[in-house]
T-cell receptor
Framework: AQTVTQSQPEMSVQEAETVTLSCTYD???????LFWYKQPPSRQMILVIR??????QNATENRFSVNFQKAAKSFSLKISDSQLGDAAMYFC???????????FGAGTRLTVKP | DSGVTQTPKHLITATGQRVTLRCSPR?????VYWYQQSLDQGLQFLIH???????AKGNILERFSAQQFPDLHSELNLSSLELGDSALYFC?????????????FGPGTRLTVL
């Protein structure tokens, strides 16, 4: 069964600094997708970034980038130049190719200090 | 704005009652997913519909049921409500689950059972 683990319940970063959120997952499948979703206080789930497992190149979206280590089953999110608006819960999610069940981690609460 | 709409935004009801949550997917999306998020926890996959047909069930209680209509909107029915059913219920939509495409989330319905 798929499991997603986020080992950092809370993280804090100074505005303009860089922070990395950790995520590991467990799957026996080789084709899958990984996602980071952001949930601000409004509770809306917002897609931050997505990575296909078959791609070796790490995904990047502006200030957000991932470090995807397939062999280690690790998928960390790096936020550069942190902004106050980045404060939110961040959820890592895993989904097997051609499967409907997306599994989420427990989340990491990110605080950005001015 | 993800393009996914959910109504109502908030719902307060009593134990033993029945409620219906509604979701309209993004234009063009054939898949609708339902998730439950209990307080400060990750999301639990409940059920997936594709073009009117049930595709997969996750951790959905027998007291809960869902359907997707010809116009592709979906409803999640929760009956014999218990205090523990209080949660945020999200609907998400995507074009085609087989392609592993991204799920876009609605704003959620917050259900409070008193």
């Amino acid at each position: 069964a798929q499991t997603v683990t986020q080992s950092q319940p809370e993280m804090s970063v100074q505005e303009a600094e860089t922070v990395t959120l950790s995520c590991t997952y467990d799957t026996s499948e080789s084709d899958y997708y990984l996602f980071w979703y952001k949930q601000p206080p409004s509770r809306q789930m917002i897609l931050v970034i997505r990575q296909e497992a078959y791609k070796q190149q790490n995904a990047t979206e502006n200030r957000f980038s991932v470090n995807f280590q397939k062999a280690a089953k690790s998928f960390s999110l790096k936020i550069s130049d942190s902004q106050l608006g980045d404060a939110a819960m961040y959820f890592c999610a895993h989904r097997i190719y051609n499967n409907n069940d997306m599994r989420f981690g427990a989340g990491t609460r990110l605080t950005v200090k001015p | 704005d993800s393009g996914v709409t959910q109504t109502p935004k908030h719902l307060i009801t009593a134990t033993g009652q029945r409620v219906t949550l509604r979701c309209s997917p993004r234009s063009g999306d054939l898949s609708v997913y339902w998730y439950q998020q209990s307080l400060d926890q990750g999301l639990q996959f409940l059920i997936h519909y594709y073009n009117g047909e049930e595709r997969a069930k996750g951790n959905i209680l027998e007291r809960f049921s869902a359907q997707q209509f010809p116009d592709l909107h979906s409803e999640l029915n929760l009956s014999s409500l218990e205090l523990g059913d209080s949660a945020l219920y999200f609907c998400a939509s995507s074009v085609d689950p087989a392609s592993g495409d991204t799920q876009y989330f609605g704003p959620g319905t917050r259900l409070t059972v008193l």
